[in-house]
């Protein structure tokens, strides 16, 4: 495996539907923690960088040890688009990592397994147009509507200012988590299977 794996969470404190939801508690620890986690047992061996404009967030990555990237306050607010975020930070990482793939890991899809993961990431470097430099893999659920628990991508798919037309997608099925009752029914389901 010659793959250089990037991957980038974006975590911001403030949401407007469920307040501090990136912290909430599964598995007695912090959301984006838990997912960070699930990421690390990749067989990849990815670098796993959080990206956050919060104090209490990097506390609480040196605290799971966790790899962090200061996310300047103008990312920070609630009409940014997430892409913007996976931007900045790769831009800031990846003179240090080279990466060959870049991955934007959302944090409320907690059901997030590495073995899809990994599956996608097998994909991607194999199937998916693999002579090209420009390709990206979206999850997506069962309902055929994307989930947005992870994105595969090229390093020069990050940056492009147009749609891509090099597309793939993996089936996960994953709930995304935006209100209370979706927290607890996740969080529910998770703690049954640990």
Do not use: W
């Not at 893999?137 to 798919?157: C, E, H, W, Y």
């Amino acid at each position: 495996m010659n793959e250089r794996v990037l991957i980038i969470i974006p975590v911001r404190l403030g949401s407007k539907r469920l307040k501090h939801k990136n912290i909430l508690p599964i598995c007695n620890i912090p959301m984006f923690a838990y997912v960070a986690h699930e990421a690390m047992k990749s067989k990849y061996f990815p670098k796993i960088y959080v990206s956050t404009e919060s104090r209490k967030i990097q506390e609480l990555c040196k605290k799971y040890k966790i790899n962090f990237i200061n996310r300047p306050k103008y990312l920070a607010g609630d009409n940014i688009e997430k892409q913007e975020v996976i931007i900045h930070a790769f831009k800031k990482l990846k003179v240090k990592y080279k990466p060959t793939i870049v991955v934007s890991l959302q944090v409320n899809t907690p059901e997030f397994n590495h073995k899809d993961l990994d599956k996608g990431i097998t994909f991607f470097k194999k199937k998916l147009y693999p002579k090209s430099p420009i390709k990206e893999l979206i999850s997506v659920g069962k309902d055929n509507i994307q989930n947005a628990a992870f994105r595969i991508m090229t390093p020069s798919t990050v940056c492009k200012k147009t749609l891509s037309t090099k597309i793939g997608i993996i089936f996960t099925n994953y709930l995304d988590i935006h209100n209370e009752k979706e927290y607890k029914k996740v969080k529910l389901i998770i703690e049954k299977k640990n």
